[in-house]
Structures are given as structure tokens and as C-alpha cells.
């Protein structure tokens, strides 16, 4: 069964710093990959998925992530960071079912 | 703009008391879900469905787990005999094609007492 690993609980920048949380996956083939952000008492927004095509996929937000098949992985990454940015980030699977990782909480520092 | 929406937001219940968790999906999505998130804890896939019938459950989605597509609109989660443990926020979700951009209500949190 596919799985979701994002090693960082918890990440601090600030405000304006570039971000970049870390995703990898186990799955035999390549799975559909997403991004969620949940904001404190709120359900999960879809930052931006990965199908096929293009490893560089933009989403919302300014948020953009790379698949990289060699190395397993599907971090996101956003060059600027704003305040509102801060919440819980999942990385997640999608193959026979979907996987989400535990999540990384973002704070954003003024 | 389209929405999941879910009732109640928030169900206190007994041990071992039945509950029915609703979701009214985005109204031409084919493909309904719902996951789960103990306080805390990650999100957790519990079930998909499509065309009327459960199209992958996970090892949570045991006996006690139930869904359904009563009508044209409405899915619910019903849990027959609550458990402590069963005490998380229930999200359901859905897509117009299996895995694509899902799209998630606010959630429903349950407390078992």
C-alpha cells in the first residue's frame, strides 16, 4: 500500500522568508499527489495536485511543487511567505485509496 | 461557488449509541468520501464510494461503519455502536472523476462520552 512521509512536524519562517516543506511517498508506480492546507477549525483546501506532465505543477496561493521520481518526492515550495500562510500542511497519496502524511504545522514569525 | 456541506457540526453522543453523520456533496460530483481526523492526529482515509456502492475502505472502515446515498443529494456515515475511540472530526469530501481535486466540507466533530 502506497504511504506519506512529511519528516517535519513543525516549521517556523518569517514573515517573507521562502518556504519549502518536504513530502515523500512509497508506491510502486506514480500515484496522483496533492497538497492540502487546513487553517485552525477548517477543513482541507487543495493547494495544487500532480497527474502526469509537467514535474513542476503551480497552485494557489503562490504555492508551487516539484515531483521528483528518482527521489520519491513532492515538496511544496513558496518563494515569499505571508502571515496568512500559517496553518497545517498534508502532503497526500492517491492510488487504490488515499494516504494522507501526518502534516507540518507552519508558523509564521513577524 | 459549489460546496460540501455537513451536518451537524458538532455531535455529542454515548458510548455506544448510534449516530448518522450527513453531507450534501458538490451537486455533479460522481465520487463521495470520507476520512477522519482524531484531535491532533493526521487525516485518515475511511471510505470512497461511487455509483452506489463502497469502491475502497480502509482497515478503520469495520462492521461498525456503514455509508449511504439515501437520495439524490444527501451521503452519510452512520457508526452503529460508537466507541471512545470513534471521538474525531469526520470530513467528507467529493470529486467529479475518482482521486481528482476533491473537495472537502467543514467537517462534523464527534465527542463519544
Known amino acids: 500500500a502506497q504511504s506519506v512521509t512529511q519528516p517535519d512536524i513543525h516549521i517556523t519562517v518569517s514573515e517573507g522568508a521562502s518556504l519549502e516543506l518536504r513530502c515523500n511517498y512509497s508506491?510502486?508506480?506514480?500515484?496522483?499527489l496533492f497538497w492540502y492546507v487546513q487553517s485552525p477549525g477548517q477543513g482541507l483546501q487543495l493547494l495544487l495536485k500532480?497527474?502526469?506532465?509537467?514535474?513542476l505543477v503551480q497552485g494557489i496561493k503562490g504555492f508551487e511543487a516539484e515531483f521528483k521520481r528518482s527521489q520519491s518526492s513532492f515538496n511544496l515550495r513558496k518563494p515569499s511567505v505571508h502571515w496568512s500562510d500559517a496553518a497545517e500542511y498534508f502532503c497526500?497519496?492517491?492510488?487504490?485509496?488515499?494516504?494522507f502524511g501526518a502534516g507540518t504545522r507552519l508558523t509564521v514569525k513577524p | 461557488e459549489p460546496e460540501v456541506t455537513q451536518t451537524p457540526s458538532h455531535q455529542v453522543t454515548q458510548m455506544g449509541q448510534e449516530v448518522i453523520l450527513r453531507c450534501v456533496p458538490i451537486?455533479?460530483?460522481?465520487?463521495f468520501y470520507w476520512y477522519r481526523q482524531i484531535l491532533g492526529q493526521k487525516v485518515e482515509f475511511l471510505v470512497s464510494?461511487?455509483?452506489?456502492?463502497?469502491?475502497?475502505k480502509s482497515e478503520i472502515f469495520d462492521d461498525q461503519f456503514s455509508v449511504e446515498r439515501p437520495d439524490g443529494s444527501n451521503f452519510t456515515l452512520k457508526i452503529r455502536s460508537t466507541k471512545l475511540e470513534d471521538s474525531a472530526m469526520y470530513f467528507c469530501?467529493?470529486?467529479?472523476?475518482?482521486?481528482?481535486?476533491?473537495?472537502f466540507g467543514p467537517g462534523t466533530r464527534l465527542t463519544v462520552l
Open positions: 469530501a467529493s470529486s467529479g472523476r475518482e482521486y481528482n481535486e476533491q473537495f
Open positions: 508506491y510502486g508506480a506514480t500515484p496522483y
Open positions: 500532480y497527474f502526469s506532465g509537467d514535474t
Open positions: 497526500a497519496v492517491a492510488a487504490n485509496d488515499m494516504r
Open positions: 451537486s455533479n460530483h460522481l465520487y
Open positions: 464510494f461511487y455509483n452506489n456502492e463502497i469502491s475502497e
